[in-house]
C-alpha cells in the first residue's frame, strides 16, 4: 500500500474501468468514500462522520479492538486450511453450539453465507434423497447459480429467467401487505397450509420435497416479521424434506429477545439445518453451516470429501469466537432488545403524525418502517422512501430501502447502537417525512397518489 | 480466545463431536497439530518443525509480515463492503490488471475460488445464452452444486451420482498416462480434436456450448502439463462458446517463466474469463473474476445486480495488494523458476536409479512425481506413493499425493521454497524409495506388480 489517499474522482474513474459494472455502489449518482469507521460510525475521505443504521455485516460495531486483535495476532501466527489440527476451529465451533439446540451440534465452516446455504442445499438432497426445494416470494439466500435459483428477489431482477421446475415459491408471510393480513383470524395456519397445498402440488407432478429454506425474518425481502406456525415444518417433514433455517442476516442475537431469530418460533421448534453468515466475523469473510449429526453422517456417506480452502482456517476461527465473546461480554443481545424496543416505540410515536407511515415492525434491532402514499390501499411510497434513503444522506445518516417494492426502510445497525443515535435519527426521519408530506400535500387524514419523489427505485 | 493451547486428544476429540465429518484431516491416524507457520515451515505443539511442500496457498511464505501488517492495519481502520468507494479495491484491481493481457480488464472480488469459478460459469451462460459446458477428466473446480457437476475428481467419489447431461467431459490432456501420449505425433492436436468432437455430439442432441473450463495446468488430476494447443479455444469459440481458464491453483507466478499459467500457450492466447483463488490472499479468503469488457457488460445486461457481502472489502484487498508486492519485490516468480528447475533436474538425476519413478513433470513450483510398479504398464504406485507420504511426515517433510490414482507426488511449496529445502526433501525421498523397492525387491529392469505398501489410498 502506497498510503497515499486518491482522489475521490480517480478512485471512481478506476471503478469504472476495473470493476465489474454489475457491482452497485451506494447512491451511484454522489457516493460516498469512506476511509475509516468505528464502532456505529463511519468516516469519509474528509474525516466526516456517518451515523451507520445499515451495516448488520459490523455486528459488534466497526472494527471492534477485541476482534481485530484476535484476527491480527493469529494471522502473524498461522493461517492454514482446516486439515490439520487446530484449537481455533473446534472451540469455535464448541462455542457456537452452546448458543444452539444441543441437537445443532455438527459445523461446517466456509466463507460466506451463498457457500453455507449451497452447502445447506447439498446436503438436503443428499440426506433425504429428494431433489425439490420450496423457499418463498422475495427471498434472498445467495449469489451463487443454486441459490439465484432460490432467490425470487434476485431472479425477478432479471430480463429472461427461466425458473427452476424443481422451485417452488410459497407467500411471503407478511402480515402487512402479503396474502394473509392481521385481520385474518390466523394468518400463521393460512401461509403454513400454502406450503401444504405446494407440497400437494409438487408430489401430484412427481416431485419430493428436499427442503423447505426460509430466513428466520425475511430481510431483503421487506424486514418481515412472520406470524409463527411451527407446522410448517411439520408439513414439510412428513414430505420427507428437511427445514433450513437461513439466519445469515438475523442471528447472533440481534433479534434481542433470543440469540437466534429461529428461536422466536419457541423453544421447541429445531430446524435441521441452520446457515450462518454476515455478522459471525464481524466483516471478516467467514460462514457456518450447523446441522445435526443424522443429516451429518448422510452427507458423509455419499463419499464425497468436503473440503473448503479458507473455510476454518485459524484466523477466520480466532475471529468468529472473538465476535461471540464481545456479544456476551457487552451483553449486545440485550442492547439490540432495549434499544430496538426504544426505536419501534419511538417510532410509533410518530405513526398518527405521518400519513406516509404504513407500517412499523421489528424485532430487536431488526426494524423495518413501510412507507406507503395510500394506508388503507398500501400504495408502495417507493420514491418517497428513496427520497428519505438520500436526505438522511445529506445530514450524515446512511440508511436504506428495501422489500419487493424497495419502500421499506431498513433498520440493521451494528448491535452497539444507542437510545440517543435511535433519537437522532427518529428525529431527521421525522423531519424529512413532514417536508416531504408538505410538498405532496398530504395530511393524515388523506393520502395521495401520485409521482411522488424524484428519484428511482434502483439507487441503493 | 483463553490463550491456552487442549491437549492434542482434546482437540481431536472436540474435533469429531462438532466438526462435519466429511471434512476430512491430513493423516488421519496420527494427525498433525500446527500450531504456527513462518516461511516455509510449519511447527506443531511441541514446537517440532515441519517443511512444508504443498501449502500453495501461503504462497509468498506463512504469515509473511509485510501480508500480515497489511491485513492487521487495515482491519483496524475499516473492513466494509464494496457498495462504498474505496482506494484498496480499485488499486488492487489495477494491479492485477497489469499482470494481464489488456483485453483481461474487469474485476469482480468474492472469497473463494468455489465463488469466482460458479461466477464465471453464470457469466458464460449469460453471454452466450447457452448451457453446455465441457470440462477435463479428473478435473476439480471447486465444492458448490453447480461445480460439482463438473468436477469429475469429486462426482466420481459419490456411491450414487447422476451426470448433468449439460456436462461433457474430454480427455485429460496428461501426455504421460492419458490417451494421446508422448509418442503421439501430435497430442496436443489430437487433444484438441477430442473437444471438437464432443462439441459436435452435444451439438447433435441440440445442445449449445456456453464454455470450455480447464485449470491451466491440472493439479488434482495429477500435476498435468498439457500439450498447448490453442485450437482447443478455436473449437470452443466457434461454438459460440468462451474460455474460462482456472488459475485457482496454479496462478501467481508459480510457473516461473509466466505469472499466470494460461500464457505457457503463447502471448496471444488470451482466455474470456480468468478464474483466481488459493495464492492471491495467502491464506486470506479472497478469490477474483476477471474478464473482458465484452462479458461483463453482456452480464450486466441481464439486469441482475451482483453483490457479495464481503467480496473486495478493504481488509482483503489490502492483503492482495501486499501479495503481489512481495511476490514482486522478492522476485518469487524468479525463485520458482530457478528452485523448481532445480528440483526437477535432480529428480530427473535419482530417476534410472529408481524402479518407482515413472514420470517427473513440472513448471516452476507446480511438480509431479509420478509413482508406477511397473514403468511399462504403469501401473500406479498408490500405495507406494502413500508410504512415501508417511514416511517423510515421520521425518517432518509435508507431501501428498494426488491425481486419479492418488500415485503422483505434488510439490506445490510456498514460493519462497529454497534449493536446500529441494535437497533436503529429494535426498528422503531417494531414500524412501529405495527401501521401499529392496523390500518389494523391485530393481530397475524388473518392477513388481504386487499389493505393495500398506496404507490405504483415501488417507491424504
Wanted: proline content about 5%; aromatic content about 8%; some cysteine.
Amino acid at each position: 500500500m502506497s498510503g497515499v489517499e486518491l482522489e475521490k474522482s480517480t478512485t471512481i474513474d478506476l471503478r469504472k474501468k476495473h470493476i465489474g459494472p454489475s457491482c452497485k455502489i451506494f447512491f451511484s449518482h454522489e457516493p460516498i468514500k469512506i476511509v475509516q469507521a468505528k464502532g456505529q460510525y463511519m468516516y469519509d475521505e474528509n474525516r466526516q462522520r456517518y451515523l451507520d443504521c445499515i451495516n448488520n455485516v459490523a455486528h459488534v460495531g466497526h472494527c471492534h479492538p477485541e476482534v481485530v486483535n484476535a484476527g491480527a495476532s493469529q494471522m502473524a501466527l498461522l493461517n492454514t486450511n482446516s486439515r490439520f489440527l487446530h484449537d481455533n476451529i473446534v472451540l469455535f465451533a464448541q462455542k457456537l453450539q452452546s448458543t444452539l439446540p444441543e441437537k445443532l451440534s455438527v459445523c461446517y465452516f466456509v466463507n460466506s453465507g451463498s457457500e453455507a446455504n449451497d452447502l445447506a442445499l447439498r446436503m438436503a438432497w443428499q440426506y433425504t434423497g429428494h431433489k425439490d426445494v420450496i423457499t418463498l416470494q422475495n427471498a434472498y439466500h445467495g449469489h451463487v447459480s443454486s441459490l439465484i435459483d432460490i432467490s425470487p428477489y434476485k431472479f425477478h431482477q432479471m430480463s429472461s429467467y427461466e425458473m427452476n421446475p424443481r422451485v417452488h415459491v410459497a407467500p411471503s408471510p407478511d402480515v402487512y401487505r402479503g396474502k394473509y393480513r392481521r385481520d385474518h383470524p390466523d394468518p400463521a395456519t393460512a401461509y403454513a397450509d400454502e406450503v401444504k397445498d405446494i407440497i400437494h402440488k409438487a408430489e401430484e407432478k412427481g416431485g419430493k420435497i428436499a427442503a423447505f429454506i426460509a430466513e428466520s425474518l425475511q430481510s431483503c425481502g421487506g424486514q418481515v416479521i412472520p406470524p409463527w406456525a411451527t407446522s410448517k415444518k411439520w408439513h414439510v417433514r412428513k414430505a420427507g424434506g428437511i427445514f433450513i433455517a437461513d439466519e445469515v442476516q438475523v442471528g447472533f442475537g440481534r433479534v434481542g429477545t433470543h440469540f437466534w431469530a429461529f428461536q422466536l418460533q419457541g423453544e421447541d421448534f429445531v430446524p435441521d439445518i441452520v446457515t450462518m453468515g454476515k455478522p459471525i466475523g464481524n466483516g471478516h469473510p467467514l460462514s457456518c453451516v450447523v446441522t445435526t449429526r443424522e443429516v451429518a453422517e448422510a452427507f458423509m456417506s455419499s463419499g464425497m470429501e468436503y473440503f473448503n480452502t479458507f473455510g476454518g482456517n485459524p484466523v477466520s476461527c480466532a475471529i468468529g469466537l472473538a465476535v461471540l465473546e464481545v456479544i456476551e461480554k457487552e451483553d449486545l443481545q440485550g442492547n439490540a432488545l432495549r434499544v430496538g424496543g426504544y426505536l419501534c416505540s419511538l417510532l410509533e410515536k410518530h405513526k398518527e403524525k405521518h400519513p406516509l407511515i404504513g407500517d412499523i415492525r421489528g424485532r430487536g434491532l431488526f426494524v423495518g418502517l413501510e412507507l406507503v402514499r395510500d394506508k388503507h390501499k398500501l400504495t408502495p411510497a417507493t420514491a418517497e422512501a428513496q427520497e428519505v434513503i438520500y436526505r438522511l444522506k445529506e445530514q450524515h445518516i446512511l440508511l436504506s430501502a428495501d422489500g419487493p417494492h424497495r419502500n421499506v426502510l431498513k433498520f440493521k445497525p451494528p448491535m452497539c447502537f444507542t437510545k440517543e443515535d435511535v433519537d437522532l435519527v427518529v428525529e431527521k426521519i421525522d423531519n424529512i417525512l413532514t417536508e416531504i408530506e408538505h410538498t405532496l400535500g398530504m395530511t393524515n387524514k388523506q393520502n395521495v397518489d401520485n409521482e411522488g419523489g424524484k428519484r428511482k427505485a434502483s439507487e441503493t
